[in-house]
């Protein structure tokens, strides 16, 4: 009986040559999916208008990322790798800057900008959301970050949303939520997008209510997430409700149970509802 053959003992070199043979197919393939960018903008020339942004595909794109992620990579990396991918070959198709409100932190939010868009979209700093709102409105198709949660002295920004030409929330970010998040400051994305493009699961109103006082405040956040500031012209509150899509009835319902008056109610936009990741032990 003849021995069996040893097998080839792996080398350092081996593995170096392996990791460089890798390298250079990651490099190739990023390369491969530029030329078909590149063969997109030419076919939407023709068949398509309207921005690139497409919300509902990029929610998609990372829910399958995290699905079928494994292994020692930290999911931190792969998540970000992968949003200034899809970021900057948004950029390639049609340039746009990044306008982020600077009022709730400086680090924070330039950390959230840097994490989901990279270092290749220009970043614009702003002190206030309505300076964002502004500028993204006068923009082509720019971007802009704004905290979802209240910061203190800040009126309501999002009532310039109400409009049919604004632009409206389309994003709310980061969208795969866990506990130790390196870019975890909750922002909203504000932009223009086309309607078939937006994904709906989450919707986003604008109201103005009469008579908020805590027990109307009591009975909505059951229901949604709410931020909330003074309208004190109407002894009210301007309200940025976030519920998901078709539950704006049941919130309306709370408040005029609660004795509070809805003045106004404006949808100003949707996002995806957010990928939580388990926490591991």
Do not use: C
């Not at 921005?51 to 829910?63: C, K, L, Q, Y």
Request: glycine share 6%; net charge neutral.
């Amino acid at each position: 009986m003849s021995a069996r053959p040893r097998q080839k003992e792996v080398t350092l070199a081996d593995l170096r040559r392996e990791l460089d043979r890798i390298d250079a197919t990651m490099h190739a393939l990023l390369m491969e999916r530029g030329e078909t960018i590149d063969t997109l903008i030419a076919v939407k020339k023709t068949q398509e208008s309207g921005s690139a942004f497409r919300p509902a595909r990029e929610a998609e794109m990372m829910r399958r990322l995290v699905e079928r992620h494994h292994g020692n990579l930290p999911l931190d990396t792969v998540e970000s790798i992968w949003r200034v991918i899809i970021s900057t070959f948004t950029y390639v198709q049609a340039p746009f800057s990044v306008h982020a409100d600077l009022s709730a932190g400086d680090a924070t939010m330039r950390d959230s900008a840097r994490f989901h868009f990279g270092f290749t979209v220009p970043f614009v700093a702003h002190m206030g959301a309505a300076s964002v709102v502004e500028a993204v409105t006068e923009s082509k198709g720019d971007l802009g970050l704004v905290p979802a949660f209240a910061v203190a002295g800040a009126g309501p920004w999002w009532a310039a949303l109400e409009f049919a030409s604004a632009p409206k929330i389309i994003a709310r970010l980061p969208f795969v939520e866990r506990a130790d998040h390196p870019a975890a400051l909750p922002v909203y994305v504000i932009s223009r997008a086309a309607a078939d493009a937006m994904v709906t699961e989450t919707e986003v109103w604008s109201m103005r209510v009469s008579g908020w006082r805590a027990p109307a405040a009591s009975a909505v956040a059951t229901k949604a997430e709410v931020i909330a500031v003074p309208d004190r012209a109407f002894d009210g509150a301007a309200l940025l409700v976030s519920v998901a899509r078709g539950g704006i009835d049941a919130v309306s319902k709370a408040l005029l149970d609660s004795s509070a008056s809805i003045r106004s109610a404006a949808l100003v936009g949707s996002h995806a509802t957010r990928y939580t990741v388990p926490h591991r032990r």
